[in-house]
């Protein structure tokens, strides 16, 4: 090959659109807003969902300690808590690491971090 193909190659190359990844969708919501929302719709069990996510990725760990405090301020109580963990766990999204008159440790099964 001569050296103007090559240089032609190269600069067919460097001006070909570059190919783009496919990419998961997310949508960035408030926490506020999100607990208004579940107010509303009854949907606090998956507000816990969406706060452990949020933890998990705040703190760069797939494991996270999920307190009543953490909670309550999205006007979670105690039960709705240990029914939403129960039904995450029984979903496969998570592992409950349930501990006696401690806050339970969650582990995600699938790392979003």
């Known amino acids: ?9 190269a600069e067919l190359h460097a001006a070909a659109p570059a190919k783009r990844k496919r990419v998961r969708s997310y949508v960035q919501i408030p926490l506020e807003l999100a607990g208004q929302a579940a107010a509303a719709t009854g ?13 998990s ?4 760990t797939p494991t996270v300690v999920v307190t009543s405090t953490m909670l309550h301020k999205y006007g979670i ?6 029914r939403a ?10 592992t409950v690491e349930w501990r006696a008159k401690k806050n339970p440790i969650v582990t995600l099964t699938t790392v979003y971090v």
Request: hydrophobic fraction near 50%.
């Open 43 to 55: 949907g606090k069990r998956m507000l816990v969902w969406m706060l452990i996510l949020y933890r």
């Open 57 to 60: 990725w705040q703190q760069q």
């Open 77 to 82: 109580s105690r039960e709705v808590k240990r």
């Open 85 to 94: 963990l129960e039904q995450l766990e029984a979903a496969g999204l998570l």
């Open 1 to 9: 090959m001569d050296d103007w193909a090559k240089q032609r190659l």
